[in-house]
Antibody
Framework: EVQLVQSGAEVKKPGESLKISCKGSGYSFTSYWIGWVRQMPGKGLEWMGIIYPGDSDTRYSPSFQGQVTISADKSISTAYLQWSSLKASDTAMYYC????????????????WGKGTTVTVSS | DIQLTQSPSFLSASVGDRVTITCRASQGISSYLAWYQQKPGKAPKLLIYAASTLQSGVPSRFSGSGSGTEFTLTISSLQPEDFATYYCQQLNSYPRGTFGPGTKVDIK
C-alpha cells in the first residue's frame, strides 16, 4: 500500500526550531516529488513547496521562500519541513502529499496524502 | 504567478441536488487542473485530474470539465457524504501547484 506517514503533533514556543517529517512507503520514494501544504485554522490549502528526493531539487512558493526549509533523506524515504524560528502565525496543520506525474500526458496531481501534522506555536 | 478563484465560496444544497462549482485561472492552464475534496479533520482527497479524469474509486456522480481558464466540478446528485469543502489546484506550473480558495458545500 502506498502511504505517507507524518510525524506527530507538536507544541512549541515562539522562537523555537522544529522539523517535521513525512515517511513514504509502498513505492519508489526517489521517483516522485513530495509537496508540503499548509492549512491554517479554518482556512484553505496553501502550497508551500516541493522536493524531488531523487536529487533534492526543491522549489518554494514565494510566500514561503526563506521562511521554511524543505529537505529529504532518500536513504530512509523521508521528507522534512523545518523552521529555524517559529512564530505564532505558523500555527497550522501541515500536510505532505505525493505528486504523481504522467510522463506520457504531462498531467500531474497529488494522489497520496499524509494525515497531517498539527503545529501549535504559543507562549 | 497563476491565481485561481472559485465560485461560490459557500453553497447550501439538499441531498439529491445537482451542484456545480466553478474554478477560474488568471491565465490559460490547458487542462492542468485537479479537484480535491476535504472533510473536516481529514486530509484532502483527489477526485479529478486533467480537468475531467475521475480518479480511481471516486463515484461517477462527480465529473469535471473545462480547459484554458474556466473549469467546473459537478456533483450530479448530492449525497450525505459529499458535504465537504472542494478545492481546485492548477499544475500548469509543474511541479508547482497553487490551490483555489475552496468552496464549502453545506446542508440546506
Amino acid at each position: 500500500e502506498v502511504q505517507l506517514v507524518q510525524s506527530g503533533a507538536e507544541v512549541k514556543k515562539p522562537g523555537e526550531s522544529l522539523k517535521i517529517s513525512c515517511k513514504g512507503s509502498g513505492y519508489s520514494f526517489t521517483s516522485y516529488w513530495i509537496g508540503w501544504v499548509r492549512q491554517m485554522p479554518g482556512k484553505g490549502l496553501e502550497w508551500m513547496g516541493i522536493i524531488y528526493p531523487g536529487d533534492s531539487d526543491t522549489r518554494y512558493s514565494p510566500s514561503f521562500q526563506g521562511q521554511v526549509t524543505i529537505s529529504a533523506d532518500k536513504s530512509i524515504s523521508t521528507a522534512y519541513l523545518q523552521w529555524s524560528s517559529l512564530k505564532a502565525s505558523d500555527t497550522a496543520m501541515y500536510y505532505c502529499a505525493r505528486l504523481y506525474y504522467d510522463i506520457l500526458t504531462g498531467y500531474a496531481y497529488m494522489d497520496v496524502w499524509g494525515k497531517g501534522t498539527t503545529v501549535t506555536v504559543s507562549s | 504567478d497563476i491565481q485561481l478563484t472559485q465560485s461560490p465560496s459557500f453553497l447550501s444544497a439538499s441531498v439529491g441536488d445537482r451542484v456545480t462549482i466553478t474554478c477560474r485561472a488568471s491565465q490559460g492552464i490547458s487542462s492542468y487542473l485537479a479537484w480535491y475534496q476535504q472533510k473536516p479533520g481529514k486530509a484532502p482527497k483527489l477526485l479529478i485530474y486533467a480537468a475531467s479524469t475521475l480518479q480511481s474509486g471516486v463515484p461517477s456522480r462527480f465529473s469535471g470539465s473545462g480547459s484554458g481558464t474556466e473549469f467546473t466540478l459537478t456533483i450530479s446528485s448530492l449525497q450525505p457524504e459529499d458535504f465537504a469543502t472542494y478545492y481546485c489546484q492548477q499544475l500548469n506550473s509543474y511541479p508547482r501547484g497553487t490551490f483555489g480558495p475552496g468552496t464549502k458545500v453545506d446542508i440546506k
